[in-house]
């Protein structure tokens, strides 16, 4: 069941009372980008970083946001590229089972910095 989908499996409706910044970023998404002015980024500009950090630590309304802006596609593939080296682990190894990846690109030396 995608996170767009209700209980019945059909889509479910948008959260309209989620929040967003006059860019269009939920607001709830703040102490995730503690680093950033929320209301400066760009969800196409700075897009990599908003999937990065959503995927991460985002909620299901949240996540429902991040579908219904940048797609299935976008997201498989983001979490195809750079999930491995960006995303928490067991966030990393959530999202390939909820896309079935199984082609992702790995670390090209095989290890971590430390291979012990």
């Known amino acids: 069941m995608s996170p767009t989908a209700n209980t019945a499996g059909e889509a479910a409706p948008p959260d309209d009372d989620l929040p967003l910044t006059p860019n269009g970023i939920p607001v709830s998404l703040r102490p995730c980008f503690q680093e950033y002015t929320l209301e400066k980024l760009d969800p196409e500009r700075d897009a990599f970083t908003v999937i990065e950090r959503t995927l991460a630590r985002g909620n299901r309304r949240e996540l ?3 579908f219904a802006r940048y797609g299935r ?35 090209p030396l095989g290890h971590g910095v430390w291979p012990y």
């Open 64 to 66: 429902r946001w991040l």
């Open 73 to 107: 596609e976008r997201l498989a593939e983001w979490v195809r590229q750079a999930g491995w080296y960006l995303l928490p682990k067991r966030r990393f190894h959530l999202w390939r089972a909820y896309f079935d990846i199984h082609d992702y690109r790995r670390n």
